[in-house]
């Protein structure tokens, strides 16, 4: 009995060593993880272009609106107009010239995007300089000497504003019509990029 034990060990022992042996020589094979595929740059510009685009459309969009007033002193009601009325238009002006920005920040080598960059500058900078026009009416509001004066540039201010509204109007049209109507590798960057999905409808956009 004795004797059978000891061979039963043996052959337990045997057993573990051959186990052993056998799994420190396999080695899990690791499955390499794929590099991702770069996006080119210049989808990746169209795609901050199109960004840019929406930015200027909203503020373009609530220009003139959802003025809210408190019933108030004369001065009172002056100053919430200026002070409304000067938030939106600075909103307009950021998100045109952030939009500029992008713009010439075009890919050295992406020649195709050039004509698209120099058709919106004239635009871009109408819309500034209609901008500046009620900046600089909202400020003589702000120093005049008395509540008739501050209305009267107050006033001037709004109507330069829907002079603005009109720029802003033909800088978004502009900007949609160069992206829509683009051609070559620069309809392939807009058509590519997830964010102009809304603009161009490309099905790859929107599936990207």
Known sequence: MTTLA????????????VAGC?????????????????TPPSVVWAGDVCVGFDRVKTSVGALGHN??????????????ASRQLRIQVLAVAD????????????PVDFVAANDMVVSLTQPSQAT???????????????SAGNVIAAAGEVGQAIAAAGTAFESGKQLVAAIGDATTQAKGELQDAFAAAPACAALT???SASAS
């Open 6 to 17: 000891l061979r039963s060990g043996v052959l337990v022992v045997s057993a573990i060593l």
């Open 22 to 38: 056998s799994s420190s020589g396999t080695t899990a094979e690791s499955t390499p993880t794929p590099t991702p595929t770069p």
């Open 201 to 203: 409808g490309s099905p």
């Open 67 to 80: 003025l809210t007033f408190k019933t108030s002193t004369d001065a009172s009601l002056i100053d919430q």
């Open 128 to 142: 500034k300089s209609a901008i500046s026009e009620v900046t600089a009416h909202l400020d003589a509001a702000g």
């Open 95 to 106: 998100a045109a010239d952030s939009l500029m920005t992008t713009l010439r920040e075009v």
